[in-house]
């Protein structure tokens, strides 16, 4: 869904949105599981400067919902993680990015951001928004064992066989606890 300036030049646009699992293309790192909901509005701010110079924001202001898979770090495999947020964001052309030294407007209120061309993507928007939400690593559960540093198996499937002690030092050492015991 493109927000465009000629349109929010008419009028704010609501939005309630669904995009279908797998439709938001996140990379290798993650994989969107869930439908992912999302609804606001985008509207456009005009910012005015000295003179007749008139720079065209658009705000897009909403909230999300979904799940996506991710790795776990330690085992890798498959996590499945609910993610949500809220937006407040702000878009001004990409012209304006070399003067801006120029633009002054609240920039607390908003994150900013710039738009090339007719407009801001809701797809876009989103796609960032999740990248954003994502956890910096994730783990199928707390005791995840991880995988053997030597074979490669995932521990918490069964001990593999390198676990078990199979340098003859230690057997030597098991016999002398033998002994001793005698
Ligand atoms: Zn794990
Ligand atoms: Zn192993």
Same mark, same amino acid.
């Given at each position: 869904m493109l927000f465009s300036l000629h349109d929010?030049?008419?009028?704010?646009?609501e939005f309630a949105e669904t995009y279908a699992p797998g439709k938001i293309d996140l990379g290798e790192e993650a994989v969107q599981k869930a439908p992912l909901t999302a609804e606001g509005r985008a509207e456009l701010l005009e910012e005015h400067h000295g003179g007749k110079q008139v720079v065209k924001d658009i705000r897009v202001v909403g909230k999300f919902a979904t799940q996506v898979e991710l790795r776990c770090a330690r085992c890798v495999e498959p996590v499945v993680q609910?993610?949500? =947020?809220?937006?407040?964001? &702000?878009?001004?052309? #990409?012209?304006?990015?070399?003067r801006?030294?120029?633009?002054?407007?609240?920039?607390?209120?908003?994150e900013i951001g710039y738009y090339? =061309?007719?407009?801001?993507? &809701?797809?876009?928007? #989103?796609?960032?928004?999740?990248f954003l939400a994502l956890p910096m690593q994730i783990?199928?559960?707390?005791?995840?064992?991880?995988?053997?540093?030597?074979?490669?198996?995932?521990k918490n499937m069964g001990e593999c066989s390198c676990a078990k002690p199979s340098d003859p030092r230690w057997a030597a050492l098991a016999g002398l606890k033998d002994k001793l015991k005698q």
């Open positions: 929010l030049e008419l009028r704010k646009i609910e993610l949500s =947020g809220d937006f407040d964001l &702000l878009y001004r052309p #990409l012209s304006t990015m070399q801006e030294d120029d633009v002054s407007i609240n920039e607390a209120e908003s090339k =061309g007719e407009g801001v993507e &809701l797809e876009e928007v #989103l796609k960032e928004q999740i783990l199928c559960t707390e005791e995840c064992k991880g995988l053997c540093a030597q074979c490669g198996q995932n």
